[in-house]
């Protein structure tokens, strides 16, 4: 990620075509150590292209992963419709045990007095 981050430092600067030299340039100037052979793919990867072009197309393909939040929601109805109606009966099995709860309030005294 720092070797990408620094080739777009680069370009936001405005060079247009960074070179390996300005990259390790960029990360020693904040103290990150320059790996050779990660600069070089980076580099090799980007050759001739226009860095809006890429980031476009990074979106466009971020943008088609599924987030995983709305498979689980939609697979867990679908697991059985029988677990259904036994949670229904366990909110007043709860309702009951919160009256007695409410009833040993009333013992004289408060936490906070």
């Known amino acids: 990620m720092k070797v990408v981050a620094a080739y777009l430092l ?14 390790k340039d960029i990360l020693g100037s904040v103290g990150a150590e320059a790996d ?10 980007v050759k ?3 860095i809006t072009e890429l980031i ?9 992963v599924p987030s995983g939040g709305g498979a689980i929601a939609v697979a867990a109805p679908a697991g059985g419709g029988g677990a259904a109606a036994p949670a229904a009966d366990e909110p007043k099995k709860e309702e009951k045990v919160e009256e007695k709860e409410e009833s ?8 906070f007095d």
């Open 36 to 45: 050779d052979d990660k600069i070089e793919l980076l580099l090799s990867e």
């Open 56 to 64: 476009a197309s990074g979106r466009e393909k971020v943008a088609s």
């Open 10 to 23: 680069a370009v936001l600067g405005g060079n247009t075509c960074p070179t390996a030299d300005d990259l």
């Open 104 to 111: 040993d309030e009333d013992m004289g005294f408060s936490l």
């Open 48 to 50: 001739g292209k226009d």
